[in-house]
Nanobody
Framework: QLVESGGGSVHVGGSLRLSCAAS????????MGWFRQAPGKPREGIAS???????SDADSVKGRFIISRDNAKNTIYLQTNRVDPEDTAMYYC?????????????????WGQGTQVTVS
């Protein structure tokens, strides 16, 4: 089970820290990712972190968003900085039974329910 938290409303240029707590399995054996979906748009992979801690970011968030994981807490985070209205979306975390990072939604096996981020 994956549970996201930390979403909400934020002003342009502000920051939010999203969390995703994993339960029922050891998150360290899985690749984890953050995705987002705005109304009328496809789901977009924005950041991924694999079991060795290697990361990848989408060009749309590179230099602004940072993915990290705390293996002791079975939790991953997404620090969002310098947000703009284009970042408004439902944000989802996902876990995949593979070892190397991926930004492709179809690669992932488990999904959280999402947390809304609104930038105004």
């Amino acid at each position: 089970q994956l549970v996201e938290s930390g979403g909400g409303s934020v002003h342009v240029g502000g920051s939010l820290r999203l969390s995703c707590a994993a339960s029922g399995y050891s998150g360290t054996a899985y690749c984890m990712g953050w995705f987002r979906q705005a109304p009328g748009k496809p789901r977009e992979g924005i950041a991924s972190i694999d079991s060795d801690g290697s990361t990848s970011d989408a060009d749309s968030v590179k230099g602004r968003f940072i993915i990290s994981r705390d293996n002791a807490k079975n939790t991953i985070y997404l620090q969002t900085n310098r947000v703009d209205p284009e970042d408004t979306a439902m944000y989802y975390c996902a876990a995949g039974r593979f070892t190397f990072w991926s930004l492709i939604p179809d690669d992932y096996n488990y999904w959280g329910q999402g947390t809304q981020v609104t930038v105004s």
